[in-house]
Every structure is written in structure tokens, then in C-alpha cells.
């Protein structure tokens, strides 16, 4: 099964929210810390873009602090989710983030969180680059992945989810240097610092790299 669609007919819906139900404690710090960083970054009277909104776990929370909060992802599943969790309070659209259908400079804010340049399995550049096209002069550009301090604890939420079906058996002799494989041909790799950097250098754009909560590396694009 491609990747592609392993997403699509494996972790969608309610079977990614059970991804995050059966997350143990350290993991739940994780996805909490990367989302009050990314509301730290939205500014009052902000228009907020979430790639991979899912079925707007992270997207609950980020609205409140900004003007408009829209969400894109390529599971129809899971933005029906979205909707009956979020209502009519924020757009959602079923989108490949590699391709949006947004004129140039339409937030000022674009977030692509917990490693979605890797789950997203589209060419990276192509990514960051229709990110930035679609954030307005002043705005900013997101995107995190995994610290490499937080392997053990990244690794043990993937066995979790292969106990329980939601991923097929982890690969032990090819697990290794951030890149956790499964039997079934399924991948999890991740960006490092220098990995993001040299994105944004061949955009000609300069990122910003922080390290949060020990867990997530953030990559931010100021177009300030």
C-alpha cells in the first residue's frame, strides 16, 4: 500500500483520532506544546491556514486566537469529522497541500504541524513553496517535525498504534536515525534543522529553527 494511501484508508476519520486517543502522556505534551506555540505566533485580526487539519483537533484550539482559522486535507473522512466537531466556525476544504486553490497572499499565517512535510508524502519544496506563496506580506510560515531527543518517545506511540492496527508491525532491523518503517511498507521520516534550512535557501528565504518542549523542531519563514 502507498503511503498515500495508507493515510487515506488506514489513518483517517476516527482511526486518526485514535491515533491521538491512545497517545501516552509524553506524547500528549507534545502535540499540546506545538500548538501554544503556534497560537503565540497569531496576531489579532490574523487569518489562519492549518495544511492538514485533520479532523480539527489542532484547529479547535488555534481559532480562538485568530480572525479567520480555514483548514485543508486531502481525507474528505476526516474534514467530515472536522465539521461536526468544529461546525460552521471555520472553512474547511479537501485539498492536496502541494496545490492550493488560494490566490497568492491569502493568510498571514500558515502552519504545518507534527510533521506533516513527511506524513503529507508531496515533494517538499513544492510544500514550503505553496505555503509561502499563499501568506501575505507580514505573515509567516510554520512547519515542525520531530526532535531528535523525543525518538524514544516518538517510537513508543508507533507501537501503540501498531498494537491497535492503526499502523502494521514496526520494522525493527529498518527503525533507526528518525525513520520509523513498518512491515507493511509504510514510512515515518523526519526534517532536521539543516533539512529545513536548506528548504527555505532554495526558495531564497531564510528560516528560523527552534526547539520546543525537547519534542518538536520548529521551522518559521518570516515574509516580514
Known amino acids: 500500500m502507498s503511503d498515500t494511501k495508507y493515510y487515506a ?32 505566533k497569531i496576531r489579532p485580526g490574523d487569518r489562519l491556514l492549518e495544511l492538514g487539519c485533520g479532523y480539527g483537533r489542532a ?30 466556525s471555520c472553512p474547511l476544504y479537501v485539498m492536496d497541500a502541494a496545490k492550493l486553490g488560494f490566490p497568492d497572499g491569502t493568510f498571514d499565517l500558515v502552519a504545518c504541524i507534527q510533521n506533516g512535510i513527511s506524513a503529507f508524502k508531496v515533494e517538499p519544496l513544492e510544500l514550503m513553496r505553496e505555503a509561502v506563496r499563499v501568506t501575505a506580506p507580514g505573515g509567516a510560515v510554520l512547519f515542525s517535525s520531530y526532535s531528535e531527543r523525543f525518538w524514544d518517545h516518538r517510537l513508543q506511540w508507533f507501537e501503540l498504534q501498531a498494537a491497535e492496527g492503526l499502523l502494521g508491525e514496526i520494522d525493527r532491523e529498518q527503525t533507526r536515525d528518525g525513520v520509523i518503517v513498518c512491515k ?32 518538536s523542531v520548529f521551522c518559521e519563514i518570516s515574509l516580514r
Open 9 to 40: 484508508q488506514k489513518l483517517s476519520a476516527e482511526c486518526l483520532r485514535r491515533v491521538y486517543e491512545i497517545a501516552p502522556p509524553r506524547v500528549r505534551r507534545y502535540l499540546d506544546a506545538e500548538i501554544e506555540h503556534v497560537i503565540s
Open 59 to 88: 484547529l479547535q484550539r488555534l481559532a480562538p486566537s485568530a480572525a479567520i482559522a480555514a483548514g485543508i486535507d486531502n481525507s474528505l473522512p476526516s474534514l467530515l469529522l472536522a465539521c461536526a466537531t468544529l461546525g460552521h
Open 184 to 215: 507493511d511498507g509504510f514510512r515515518a521520516t523526519t526534517f532536521s534543522p539543516d533539512d529545513f534550512r536548506g528548504l527555505a535557501a532554495r526558495l531564497n528565504m531564510h528560516a528560523e529553527i527552534e526547539e520546543i518542549d525537547g519534542s
